[in-house]
Structures are given as structure tokens and as C-alpha cells.
């Protein structure tokens, strides 16, 4: 159950919170895996600690904004190890927290082209060749932001409601060439990203009191679930958003 060996997985963002736990998790279960974000030295970590356990995984810096840098990421991965069977598009970004109508072009355009335009492109290298290989799993890591109208993080939430619709359309598309596409929806996960949300004690207990498992989620719970989804064991799920959020968006926030 779950297994990856022999798979290569591509995992962006993964020097740090869900990405570096889905890397750890997958390499664990025998993938050998590719550690990526904009900041080599991140990755190299990420990657030692990897090798110290036993796994296999290299490191490949790439601002997954820029189209050039994707091609890179793609071409290094298959450089060495000639293909990629799991790719998982988890890196994102939220520079701006408040109403849409305060929104500036350029955070719209970043928000955009990091989260939604930078899977396009990159689902776009990739399936083409896992469909040459006769199989793949693309997982987009979305959030339940998608989920529900927002104050603060409109913009974001619009983009992760956008990655869910990329997946079943992926799936429709190259589902023929047995390539699975999902999506993951996590709540609040303890990690830099959710740090505003989780830091501080008031508000911490408030999300810890409207959520029914009543504690906010860890990295490694969001890997458990992209693992079993790269496996053989999903084989017959796609094009599905599942949601990881202990309960918060089917609970009674009374
Ligand atoms: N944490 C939550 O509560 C939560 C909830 C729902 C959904 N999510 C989603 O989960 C995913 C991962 O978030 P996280 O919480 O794990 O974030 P995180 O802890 O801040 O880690 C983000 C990772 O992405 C990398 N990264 C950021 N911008 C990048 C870029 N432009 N190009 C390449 N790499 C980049 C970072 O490394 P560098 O900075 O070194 O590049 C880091 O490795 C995101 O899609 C987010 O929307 C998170």
C-alpha cells in the first residue's frame, strides 16, 4: 500500500511546510525524489536529510513564476532519472491580506501567474511525457480557501478554486493516458506559510474551537494523503479535490 519505488517524484516548494513533508513522506515510501524552491541551499537541506534517512533525491532551484525556470526544473529531473511519474504542484504564494477592491494589478498578476499560470505551464511539460510512459499522478495542493467567501484572502481563494477546476480537466484531458490529476484541500496547517493565523494564541483557539477534530493540522498529515494519492493505491480516483481540515468546513461554527 502506497508504495513508490521506482517513481520519481517533482514536488515544488519543497524546502519547507507540506512540500517538505510530501518530499520526506514519498521518499520514505521509495520514490526518488526531486527537492525544489527558490533558494538552493533550502533545498540541499531538505535533500542531505532525505539521503541520511536512505532515500534517493536531488535538489533543482526554481522560481516555478518563471516559465524558463519550470524547463529547467522539468529537464534536470529527467536528466537524472529519465522520467517523472508524480508531480505534485504545491508551491504558492498570498502577498496581500484584505478586499478584493484594494487588490493591485501586480499582487493579481503574482497571485495568478504563481499559483494557477505556473501549474499550467508545468502540467503542460509534464503530462505529455508521463503519457509517453502510459501513466502519472498530478497532485495541485489547493486549499478549502477555494471553499467559501472571504474577507481577507479573496484573491487566493479564487486562485485555489481555479487549481481545482485545472485538476478535473487535466483528468478529462490525458485521463485516457491513464494520468490521474487531483487535488488537496487542507485547512490551517502548522507551517510559515499559515504563521499569522496560527501564532497567535487568540487566534489560534478561535480556528482550534470552529473545527470539529478541535487542533489545527500538521505538514506531515497533508503528505499521508499526496503519498497514498501519487500511489498505485489511488488508481482509480481522479480529477477529485479531497479536503484534509479536521472537520472545518462540514462543522457547526456555533
Ligand atoms: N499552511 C496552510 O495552512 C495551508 C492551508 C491550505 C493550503 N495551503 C497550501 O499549501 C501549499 C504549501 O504551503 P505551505 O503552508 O507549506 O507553505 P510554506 O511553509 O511557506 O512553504 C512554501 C514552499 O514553497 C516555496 N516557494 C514559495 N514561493 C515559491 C516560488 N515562487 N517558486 C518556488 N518555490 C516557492 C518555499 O521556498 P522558498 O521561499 O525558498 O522559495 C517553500 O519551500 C500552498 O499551495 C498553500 O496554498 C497551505
Not at 75 to 101: E, S
Not at 119 to 134: D, G, K, T, Y
Not at 149 to 163: D, F, P, Q, T, V
Request: one cysteine or more; hydrophobic letters at 45%; proline letters at 4%.
Amino acid at each position: 500500500m502506497f508504495e513508490l519505488t521506482d517513481k520519481v517524484a517533482l514536488i515544488t516548494g519543497s524546502s519547507r511546510g507540506i512540500g517538505r513533508a510530501i518530499a520526506e513522506t514519498m521518499a520514505r515510501q521509495g520514490a526518488k525524489v526531486v527537492v525544489s524552491s527558490r533558494k538552493q541551499e533550502a533545498c540541499d537541506a531538505v535533500v542531505a536529510e532525505i539521503q541520511a534517512a536512505g532515500g534517493e533525491a536531488i535538489a533543482v532551484p526554481c522560481n516555478i513564476g518563471r516559465k524558463e525556470d519550470l524547463e529547467t526544473l522539468v529537464a534536470a529531473t529527467r536528466r537524472a532519472y529519465g522520467k517523472i511519474d508524480v508531480l505534485v504542484c504545491n508551491a504558492a504564494t498570498n502577498p496581500v491580506f484584505g478586499p478584493m477592491h484594494e487588490v493591485s494589478d501586480e499582487a493579481y498578476d503574482k497571485i495568478m501567474t504563481t499559483n494557477v499560470k505556473s501549474a499550467f505551464w508545468l502540467c503542460n511539460m509534464v503530462a505529455p511525457q508521463m503519457a509517453e510512459r502510459s501513466g502519472g499522478s498530478i497532485i495541485v495542493i489547493s486549499s478549502i480557501a477555494s471553499m467559501y467567501g472571504n474577507r481577507k484572502l479573496g484573491l487566493y481563494g479564487i486562485s485555489k478554486a481555479a487549481e481545482q477546476q485545472f485538476v478535473r480537466n487535466l483528468a478529462v484531458e490525458w485521463g485516457g493516458h491513464n494520468i490521474r490529476a487531483n487535488a488537496i484541500a487542507p485547512g490551517l496547517v502548522r507551517t510559515d506559510f499559515a504563521r499569522a493565523l496560527w501564532e497567535d494564541p487568540k487566534r489560534l483557539a478561535i480556528m482550534e474551537a470552529i473545527t470539529p477534530l478541535k487542533r489545527i493540522g500538521e505538514p506531515v498529515e497533508i503528505a499521508a494523503l499526496a503519498t497514498f494519492l501519487a500511489s498505485d493505491s489511488a488508481s482509480f480516483i481522479t480529477g477529485q479535490t479531497i479536503v484534509a481540515d479536521g472537520g472545518r468546513t462540514i462543522g457547526d461554527p456555533s
